[in-house]
């Protein structure tokens, strides 16, 4: 019988309730995705194992040596091996293994062992993939709870996949990591990019079968597992994708690597480090990889070391005060010459502030990089209410034809819908979107046939920008935006009406009472 996935959900959401007593909800996460992952392994692992019996009912003729050969031959994709080997307490590194034993004293210091073993068994596949484990120990994680996980965890149905698919696995862990966001506020935004932005993003660089994608700040890896889904959804194949993405934070990178092995997508490479002082992705001769797409949600206005002599830094150097544009640039230098594209979410202060980022936005429009501007709502994202936007670029010489020499402005700042404590994307709010940035442009830059659910899009020649001062905001170039412009300078006007009304009347006051010899109140 399928298990549907509600009824997975269901089971992983009362294992990770019972967390409630030992830790606050925003640190679930370092404790559910190890069990949920080490459970689905071990499920795969003991499923596989089954069926090598069931092939070799009969093993007398072989060898324990032969038997493992055949086995890991034919049979399994990674091994689960023994812990304690040689002792009394000698047992596999398994989920029912351990969980046999939850009893007994030390069970925080088995599963630790057991994991451990794992990643040591399995260097290629699952290095340093449980992260740092400190929830292992006692004083993080009484056992008496961790045990209580694990048995509410083992009432979730086999995670193998001749009992359920990894689109419901997958599907799992992603409602995990939803339901820690909403629980964890602002701390989500360190590893959890909201689906419907994701979405937004992939959709308008289309990724194709073979292509290799990129994410410099991949999180827990969301933006690359959208990637294949939504080649998978156009009947193309998701896992010919070549995934590739870089984590400054190791915990991070072990939940992004337990996400893509979830989803069935096993042609990844996750890498630990700080992008901007330390990319990993390379080619042979130490220049900076390059990508087919990239994609990427980095930290905002994060402050940072700016380089002192780095080839990224085309049109000079980020200050030291916002790393954004310095995320941009080692973007721009990750993409294919042939036909890289990329796309960012970012603040609006990337688009108008001055000194530094000023000379790099206009180095970058001069050279035709940046396709498209793309304001959202504010209040999407889990680590921020203000407003942000997606800026698309192409590889030099790459745009199309009738995108050279300009850039599009789309305002999808007023589509959005009310959820709880933050603003999302529907699908049609999506669709809208991508249909405008599609769009073609008449001589003036407005849409030919405008068919974007209200969405106000125009295509803006970068002798204009450049007019303007390299000035990328939306409100220039955009009516809508204008007006509301318009709407902020009355209200300001308003205000300033007030404030004067206020002022005069208070001096009125005070000569009254320095009348009646009461002193003291305009100090």
């Known amino acids: 019988m399928a298990v549907s996935q509600q009824e997975i959900q269901n089971r992983l959401w009362d294992a990770a309730d019972e967390l409630r007593v030992a830790m606050p909800e925003a640190q679930y996460a370092s404790v559910m995705f190890p069990l949920m992952f080490w459970k689905y392994l071990s499920d795969t692992w003991e499923h596989q194992h089954q069926e090598f019996m069931a092939a070799y009912e009969d093993l007398d003729g072989l060898s ?229 797409v990239i994609l990427a949600n980095p930290p905002y206005s994060l402050k940072w070391k700016p380089w002192t002599k780095d080839p990224r830094a085309i049109g000079g150097v980020a200050p030291q005060s916002s790393a954004d544009w310095a995320f941009v640039q080692h973007m721009i230098a990750s993409m294919d010459p042939r036909k890289g594209r990329a796309g960012v979410v970012l603040p609006h202060g990337v688009l108008f502030r001055g000194g530094q980022e000023a000379a790099i936005r206009k180095r970058v429009l001069d050279d035709d990089l940046l396709e498209a501007v793309i304001g959202l709502p504010a209040n999407l994202f889990y680590s921020t209410s203000i407003p942000t936007a997606i800026l698309v670029f192409r590889a030099p010489g790459t745009k199309a034809e009738e995108r050279r020499g300009g850039v599009l402005f789309i305002d999808a700042s007023k589509r959005f819908t009310k959820v709880k404590n933050r603003n999302i994307l529907t699908d049609a709010d999506i669709a809208d979107t991508v249909t405008a940035y599609h769009s073609d442009f008449d001589g003036d830059g407005n849409p030919v046939d405008p068919d974007d659910g209200g969405l106000s899009a125009r295509f803006v020649p970068t002798t204009e920008i450049a007019a303007n001062g390299y000035d990328l905001n939306i409100g220039r170039y955009i009516k809508q935006s204008d007006a509301e412009q318009e709407d902020l300078g009355a209200l300001i006007d308003a205000y300033n009406l007030a404030r004067a009304e206020r002022q005069k009347t208070e001096q009125h006051m005070l000569a009254v009472l320095s009348a009646a010899g009461i002193e003291g109140f305009d100090e």
């Not at 939803?178 to 360190?190: C, H, I, L, N, V």
């Open 64 to 292: 324990a040596e032969e038997a493992h050969e055949i086995e890991y031959r034919d049979y399994q994709s990674f091994e689960i091996p023994l812990i304690h080997p040689g002792t009394v307490q000698e047992r596999h590194a398994s989920w029912s293994s351990i969980l046999a034993t939850i009893t007994q004293p030390g069970l925080g210091q088995r599963v630790r062992a057991s994991l451990q073993a794992i990643e040591t068994a399995n260097p290629d596949k699952f290095s340093r993939l449980f992260g740092s484990m400190t929830w292992t120990s006692e004083a993080v994680l009484p056992e008496e709870v961790l045990g209580a996980v694990m048995q509410a965890m083992d009432r979730t149905p086999k995670m193998h996949e001749g009992n359920m698919s990894h689109d419901v696995l997958g599907g799992a862990y992603e409602y995990l990591l939803k339901r820690f966001s909403d629980g964890s506020g602002t701390r989500a935004g360190q590893f959890f990019t909201p689906r419907e932005v994701v979405e937004l993003i992939v959709e308008i660089l289309d990724p194709k079968s073979f292509e290799s994608v990129y994410d410099p700040t991949c999180g827990s890896g969301g933006m690359l597992i959208a990637s294949a889904n939504l080649l998978k959804s156009r009947g193309g194949r998701g896992y010919t994708l070549s995934l590739n993405g870089q984590e400054a934070v190791p915990d991070t990178a072990g939940v992004a690597r337990m996400n893509l092995f979830m989803h069935n997508l096993t042609q990844f490479k996750i890498e630990v480090g700080d992008t901007l002082k330390d990319p990993r992705f390379k080619q042979p001769d130490g220049t900076i990889a390059r990508f087919d």
